[in-house]
């Protein structure tokens, strides 16, 4: 079992930045693939980035390349997302997810764990 609690939401201007942390617990979280997904209202829930259980792999959706990074710290038992370069667009409740797949998925449905959200709202 893996228990996720996501942080770092709020309001921020267009333009600015912002880093989410998701704390993860549980005994094997360190070897799980990890990844973020963000919901608007009246959207799907969509995929915007993911890191592998070593951190040595990543993947972005198109929409934040070059703007988000994402980032894992095993001794922390924690996952990061610094989200630069903030657009009114990126409003959303984002969503930290596990997998025990060690390979990071761009697939929601391939996450066996979910966080219960943060909001993040970028103003223009």
């Known amino acids: 079992q893996v228990q996720l609690v996501e942080s770092g939401g709020g309001l921020v201007q267009a333009g600015g930045s912002l880093r989410l942390s998701c704390a993860a617990s549980?005994?094997?979280?360190?070897?799980?693939?990890m990844g973020w997904f963000r919901q608007a209202p009246g959207k799907e829930r969509d995929f915007v980035a993911a890191?592998?259980?070593?951190?040595?792999?990543?993947y972005y959706a198109d929409s934040v390349k070059g703007r988000f990074t994402i980032s894992k710290d095993n001794a922390k038992n924690t996952v990061y997302l610094q989200m630069n370069s903030l657009k009114p667009e990126d409003t959303a409740v984002y969503y930290c997810?596990?997998?025990?797949?060690?390979?990071?998925?761009?697939?929601?449905?391939?996450?066996?764990?979910w966080g219960q959200g943060t909001q993040v709202t970028v103003s223009s």
């Open positions: 890191i592998s259980w070593v951190g040595s792999t990543t």
């Open positions: 997810a596990a997998t025990a797949k060690r390979s990071p998925s761009r697939n929601y449905y391939e996450y066996d764990y």
């Open positions: 549980g005994r094997t979280w360190s070897t799980y693939a």
